[in-house]
């Protein structure tokens, strides 16, 4: 009897109970999204414990594992291969090793992965070898390889576009049939220059998604049909061609999709969209940095063979504070030890500390001293930078290896362009109308401010993202917030004291990510047609900036940094105590 009573509760808890020809199947699926190099329970850049962590999200799964057995999926939706040092010492230092993104998802036993944007930006050298490393399904049904079609056939199905990459996975769970389309964010063109995604083009993703949507339930004819989007809810870039942002479109417009499973937004969401035919789609997104997984418990019937009911709910579960999977961590000590040592190495000396959060309310000691490492290695006659982080610290004292991952968090490269004067001024102009706020009277916002995006990681209590809000360098001007969009700005000279024309062509410093479009400042702000941005390129690094930046440093060995004092807010009787109301309100000081 106890054996007949323990042998329905294991067939209960995995979902394969049978009475009078109806069959229930139980499945749990857990994602993870935009990793960005937070494998192991220890910040790189900061040398201290965090929360969180994929070392932390598997003590979750292995308990899910437990419960479930094989009624689980495990899948991820990209940004792995860029973020904490530990990308970076594994694609660039350590380039001969397997790449340690592959290991973890390898070692965690992921059963799908979709390729991101920022698994895109370290070149082919790089995720073209994570590719082959990775063990699991590769998606990306939208990238479309330009010499071969978008999927070649091979006795009716699509083999793999390139290597690993696939448009589609399948996989079987006690006779449930689920297909999983991937798809990434089609803005790519507009961030990354194209010898980064040599050979790829990107469709856009809902006439993408009907096409393979279409094809899935011609040849496969799953049971569920999941999305694996690295593309936001909505919003973004949006042109006649793409979303940045489709996943809400896609929910819409395709209906068969039973969830979406998404990313890139770097925000918490977990709703039901309604559909073109009545119906409603779920879709999930667990934010970043894995303080979160989503997760969907599925419960299907069948009747007599054939699928009757659909049962979803969708949850997102914090893994802040789980249990740190020892084994795992000990798995990977060397590697980890490795990585400590790399970024321990010291590179020269501050003599005072600097912090981002001062960027956002004039000149600062952060946001300058890139600017003047940009200018010295460029000789540019101008700079442009904006604030990579929210709220960082640069301590005085020994500068090391981990502190140029908190100066500057990406690996764009250095681009040097040709632009006008009024193009300078119109771009500032762009940059300032999402940085600032038109005041009519001393009781406004200085800042563009919104409650509602204090828990966005990108936008941060700010109304647009503020890694658009470029601030100059080697021209002094002034930023009149009384007046309207696109008149704040007024360049009084450049800083050497030479006076500044509009029709004058400069050579304008900045990354790749805004020389090629990156914000829109320079095509919708400076008016400059994209397809002309390459032909405005004078010099481009061949390695990543902070390569550049470190080396500087390195070279000068001790540096004080101080703001330059080249711009500033007025009128200073309005601003002043308006911009220490807003320090308030997004700083608490």
Same mark, same amino acid.
């Given at each position: 009897?106890?054996?007949?009573?323990?042998?329905?509760?294991?067939?209960?808890?995995?979902?394969?109970?049978?009475?009078?020809?109806?069959?229930?199947?139980?499945?749990?699926?857990?994602?993870?999204?935009?990793?960005?190099?937070?494998?192991?329970?220890?910040?790189?850049?900061?040398?201290?414990?965090?929360?969180?962590?994929?070392?932390?999200?598997?003590?979750?799964?292995?308990?899910?594992?437990?419960?479930?057995?094989?009624?689980?999926?495990?899948?991820?939706?990209?940004?792995?291969?860029?973020?904490?040092?530990?990308?970076?010492?594994?694609?660039?230092?350590?380039?001969?090793?397997?790449?340690?993104?592959?290991?973890?998802?390898?070692?965690?036993?992921?059963?799908?992965?979709?390729?991101?944007?920022?698994?895109?930006?370290?070149?082919?050298?790089?995720?073209?070898?994570?590719?082959?490393?990775?063990?699991?399904?590769?998606?990306?049904?939208?990238?479309?390889?330009?010499?071969?079609?978008?999927?070649?056939?091979?006795?009716?199905?699509?083999?793999?576009?390139?290597?690993?990459?696939?448009?589609?996975?399948?996989?079987?769970?006690?006779?449930?049939?689920?297909?999983?389309?991937?798809?990434?964010?089609?803005?790519?063109?507009?961030?990354?220059?194209?010898?980064?995604?040599?050979?790829?083009?990107?469709?856009?993703?809902?006439?993408?998604?009907?096409?393979?949507?279409?094809?899935?339930?011609?040849?496969?004819?799953?049971?569920?049909?999941?999305?694996?989007?690295?593309?936001?809810?909505?919003?973004?870039?949006?042109?006649?061609?793409?979303?940045?942002?489709?996943?809400?479109?896609?929910?819409?417009?395709?209906? *068969?999709?039973? @969830?979406?499973? /998404?990313? %890139?937004?770097?925000?918490?969401?977990?709703?039901?969209?309604? !559909?073109? =035919?009545?119906?409603?789609?779920?879709?999930?997104?667990?934010?970043?940095?894995?303080?979160?997984?989503?997760?969907?418990?599925?419960?299907?019937?069948?009747?007599?063979?054939?699928?009757?009911?659909?049962?979803?709910?969708?949850?997102?579960?914090?893994?802040?504070?789980?249990?740190?999977?020892?084994?795992?961590?000990?798995?990977?000590?060397?590697?980890?030890?490795?990585?400590?040592?790399?970024? *321990?190495?010291? @590179?020269?000396? /501050?003599? %005072?500390?600097?912090?981002?959060?001062?960027?956002?309310?004039? !000149?600062? =000691?952060?946001?300058?001293?890139?600017?003047?490492?940009?200018?010295?290695?460029?000789?540019?006659?101008?700079?442009?930078?904006?604030?990579?982080?929210?709220?960082?610290?640069?301590?005085?004292?020994?500068?090391?290896?981990?502190?140029?991952?908190?100066?500057?968090?990406?690996?764009?490269?250095?681009?040097?362009?040709?632009?006008?004067?009024?193009?300078?001024?119109?771009?500032?102009?762009?940059?300032?109308?999402?940085?600032?706020?038109?005041?009519?009277?001393?009781?406004?916002?200085?800042?563009?401010?919104?409650?509602?995006?204090?828990?966005?990681?990108?936008?941060?209590?700010?109304?647009?993202?503020?890694?658009?809000?470029?601030?100059?360098?080697?021209?002094?001007?002034?930023?009149?917030?009384?007046?309207?969009?696109?008149?704040?700005?007024?360049?009084?000279?450049?800083?050497?004291?030479?006076?500044?024309?509009?029709?004058?062509?400069?050579?304008?410093?900045?990354?790749?990510?805004?020389?090629?479009?990156?914000?829109?400042?320079?095509?919708?702000?400076?008016?400059?047609?994209?397809?002309?941005?390459?032909?405005?390129?004078?010099?481009?690094?061949?390695?990543?900036?902070?390569?550049?930046?470190?080396?500087?440093?390195?070279?000068?060995?001790?540096?004080?940094?101080?703001?330059?004092?080249?711009?500033?807010?007025?009128?200073?009787?309005?601003?002043?105590?308006?911009?220490?109301?807003?320090?308030?309100?997004?700083?608490?000081?």
């Amino acid at each position: 009897m106890k054996h007949m009573i323990l042998t329905a509760m294991m067939l209960m808890a995995t979902g394969m109970l049978a009475t009078n020809n109806t069959k229930t199947v139980k499945l749990k699926v857990i994602e993870t999204s935009d990793v960005h190099g937070h494998f192991f329970p220890y910040d790189f850049m900061e040398k201290k414990p965090i929360k969180g962590t994929l070392a932390r999200a598997n003590t979750y799964i292995l308990k899910q594992r437990k419960q479930y057995g094989d009624h689980l999926l495990l899948i991820d939706n990209g940004d792995i291969l860029q973020g904490q040092p530990c990308v970076y010492w594994t694609n660039y230092v350590m380039p001969e090793d397997e790449n340690l993104a592959a290991s973890v998802i390898n070692y965690m036993r992921y059963d799908a992965e979709t390729v991101g944007n920022h698994d895109i930006e370290p070149g082919h050298k790089v995720y073209d070898k994570w590719i082959r490393e990775v063990k699991c399904p590769l998606l990306g049904a939208n990238i479309v390889w330009k010499d071969q079609p978008a999927a070649s056939q091979l006795n009716g199905r699509p083999s793999a576009v390139y290597g690993q990459l696939q448009p589609y996975s399948i996989h079987y769970i006690d006779g449930v049939k689920i297909a999983i389309i991937g798809m990434l964010t089609p803005a790519i063109p507009n961030w990354l220059n194209e010898s980064v995604w040599k050979g790829m083009e990107f469709e856009e993703m809902v006439g993408c998604a009907k096409k393979w949507v279409k094809y899935i339930k011609t040849y496969e004819q799953p049971d569920l049909i999941f999305g694996l989007f690295h593309s936001g809810k909505d919003g973004g870039i949006v042109t006649d061609e793409y979303e940045e942002d489709a996943t809400a479109s896609v929910a819409r417009e395709v209906p *068969e999709f039973d @969830i979406i499973f /998404f990313g %890139h937004d770097h925000q918490v969401h977990n709703e039901w969209i309604t !559909n073109v =035919a009545g119906g409603r789609t779920l879709i999930i997104d667990p934010s970043c940095y894995v303080q979160n997984v989503a997760e969907a418990e599925i419960e299907l019937t069948y009747t007599k063979g054939h699928l009757t009911k659909k049962d979803i709910k969708g949850h997102i579960v914090s893994v802040r504070d789980e249990e740190i999977d020892q084994q795992m961590v000990s798995h990977f000590q060397d590697k980890i030890d490795q990585i400590k040592r790399y970024v *321990e190495r010291k @590179i020269g000396r /501050f003599e %005072h500390p600097i912090y981002t959060r001062e960027s956002f309310f004039g !000149n600062s =000691a952060f946001t300058d001293l890139i600017h003047n490492l940009q200018m010295q290695i460029s000789k540019a006659d101008v700079s442009f930078n904006a604030p990579l982080s929210f709220n960082t610290v640069i301590e005085a004292g020994d500068v090391t290896q981990a502190d140029m991952f908190k100066l500057y968090r990406f690996e764009n490269l250095l681009y040097v362009l040709r632009m006008t004067g009024e193009e300078i001024r119109k771009h500032l102009e762009f940059s300032y109308d999402m940085w600032t706020n038109t005041m009519t009277s001393p009781d406004d916002h200085a800042l563009r401010l919104n409650d509602a995006s204090k828990n966005d990681q990108q936008r941060t209590g700010f109304q647009y993202f503020t890694f658009n809000f470029d601030s100059a360098c080697g021209i002094d001007y002034e930023v009149d917030l009384t007046k309207p969009d696109g008149q704040k700005v007024r360049v009084l000279q450049m800083s050497d004291g030479r006076p500044f024309d509009e029709k004058k062509w400069y050579k304008v410093v900045m990354n790749s990510y805004r020389a090629n479009g990156g914000g829109e400042l320079l095509t919708r702000g400076a008016g400059i047609p994209k397809d002309s941005l390459e032909s405005r390129v004078v010099f481009h690094t061949e390695l990543d900036q902070r390569y550049y930046l470190t080396k500087e440093i390195e070279r000068q060995g001790t540096i004080n940094p101080q703001p330059n004092r080249n711009w500033r807010f007025i009128p200073e009787e309005w601003v002043v105590p308006a911009l220490k109301r807003d320090s308030l309100q997004l700083f608490g000081r």
